[in-house]
C-alpha cells in the first residue's frame, strides 16, 4: 500500500513537471492591432522579444506613413504633390526607392500601374461619404496629367513634366511598408510571426501552430464576411498580396464603382473577376503587380519575378 502511495506520488511530481515545462517552452503569442496607412494593421508575433519588436515595427510603419500619406504637409508626397513643373523635390531614401520600383512596373505593365492616377482617385473620391460618379469631362481632363513619363528620378530628386500631375502611393506603400516591417521584426529574438497590413500578408520564421511550420494565409472571397476563404495558399515566409474591387467601392444605380482605375480611361477597370492575389518573396513587389495585373487580367507580368497568381470571384447567388 505505502509502495503505491509513494508510485502515486511519484507519478504526480513527474506529471506537474512536464506540465511547467510544457507552459515554459510554449512560444509566447504577442499580439496587437493599429490603424496605420489608411488601413488595419495587426502583428501576431512568437517568441520572447514580442512585446518589443511589435512597438519598433508599428513605429516604423509610421515613419513610411509621415513619408508617404498624401495628406500630411510635411510628407515628400504632399511635396511633390505640391511641386511646380521642372522643381527639383529631394526626397527620403524610402521614397526614391518605392517611387524607383512605382516607375519600373510602370513601364513592365505598358502603364497599368500607374502612381500618377492621384487626380483620378481625388475625382472618384472613394472615401467620401457620398461619393459621386465623375462627369466624362472632368475625367478627361484629369487624364491629362496621368501618365508615368510625367515623372522624372534623377540622383534622388523627383521632377514633374507637369506641375498639375500628382501621385498617390496608395497601391505601392503598404508592400514597401510590409517589407520593412518583417524586416525590422527579424532584429528581434522572434521564432516567427505574421504581419497583416489591411490584407497584405507578410510571414517569416515558423509557425508554432503548424506541423510543418509552414503559414496558411487564406484568400478572402470577394464581397463576403471577413474570413470567408476557399482557397488557402501554404508559405514558408514571404508575402500574400490581394487587390480587389470589394475593398472599396460604391454602389450607384446598380453599378459598382471600385477603386482600382484604369490609368487610360480614368474609370473602375471592370472584370470578370473581383480580385487578384500575389504570393512571392517581396511584399513591394507583390502589391505593385497585385494591383497591375487586376487592370490587366495579364498573368505574365509575373514571369521575370517569380510569383504565383490567383483570381478569385465573390459567390453567385
Ligand atoms: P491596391 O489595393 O494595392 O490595389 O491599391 C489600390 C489603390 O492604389 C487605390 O486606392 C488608389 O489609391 C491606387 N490606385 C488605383 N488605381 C491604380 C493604378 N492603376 N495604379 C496604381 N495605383 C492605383
Ligand atoms: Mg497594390
Not at 506540465?19 to 510554449?26: I, M
Not at 509566447?28 to 508575433?45: G, V
Not at 501552430?209 to 488557402?232: A, C, D, L, M, N
Request: hydrophobic residues 35%; aromatic residues 10%; charged residues 30%.
Amino acid at each position: 500500500m505505502k509502495k503505491l502511495k509513494t508510485v502515486l506520488i511519484a507519478l504526480m511530481v513527474v506529471f506537474i513537471l512536464a506540465g511547467l515545462y510544457l507552459a515554459t517552452n510554449r512560444e509566447k503569442e504577442f499580439s496587437r492591432t493599429e490603424f496605420l496607412l489608411d488601413t488595419t494593421c495587426s502583428l501576431t508575433f512568437y517568441g520572447d522579444d514580442g512585446k518589443e519588436a511589435t512597438d519598433a515595427v508599428f513605429e516604423e510603419i509610421e515613419r513610411i506613413e509621415d513619408l508617404m500619406s498624401m495628406y500630411n504637409e510635411t510628407s515628400d508626397v504632399y511635396r511633390i504633390n505640391s511641386a511646380k513643373a521642372g522643381e527639383e523635390i529631394s526626397v527620403f531614401p524610402d521614397t526614391y526607392e518605392v517611387l524607383q520600383t512605382a516607375q519600373k512596373i510602370a513601364k513592365e505593365s505598358d502603364g497599368a500601374f500607374d502612381i500618377t492616377v492621384a487626380p483620378l482617385t481625388a475625382l472618384w473620391n472613394f472615401t467620401a461619404e457620398n461619393p459621386t460618379v465623375p462627369t466624362e469631362e472632368e475625367i478627361k481632363e484629369c487624364l491629362n496629367f496621368v501618365g508615368y513619363e510625367n515623372i522624372i528620378l534623377k540622383d534622388g530628386k523627383v521632377i514633374k513634366k507637369k506641375a498639375e500631375t500628382q501621385i498617390d502611393l496608395g497601391g505601392i506603400a503598404k508592400g514597401y511598408a510590409g517589407d520593412k516591417a518583417k524586416e525590422v521584426a527579424e532584429k528581434f529574438n522572434l521564432t516567427g510571426g505574421i504581419i497583416d497590413l489591411g490584407g497584405n500578408i507578410i510571414c517569416f520564421g515558423e509557425n508554432p501552430k503548424s506541423e510543418y511550420k509552414i503559414w496558411r494565409v487564406g484568400i478572402q472571397i470577394p464581397f463576403s464576411p471577413t474570413g470567408t476563404y476557399e482557397k488557402t495558399i501554404d508559405i514558408k515566409k514571404g508575402a500574400v498580396v490581394t487587390s480587389g474591387n470589394y475593398q472599396r467601392y460604391f454602389e450607384k444605380d446598380g453599378e459598382i464603382y471600385h477603386h482600382i482605375i484604369h490609368p487610360k480611361t480614368g474609370y473602375p477597370h471592370k472584370a470578370d473577376y473581383d480580385s487578384v492575389t500575389v504570393a512571392m518573396e517581396s511584399s513591394l513587389i507583390a502589391d505593385c503587380l497585385a494591383t497591375a495585373v487586376f487592370v490587366t487580367g495579364d498573368e505574365e507580368l509575373l514571369e521575370k519575378y517569380q510569383g504565383e497568381v490567383y483570381f478569385e470571384k465573390a459567390f453567385k447567388e
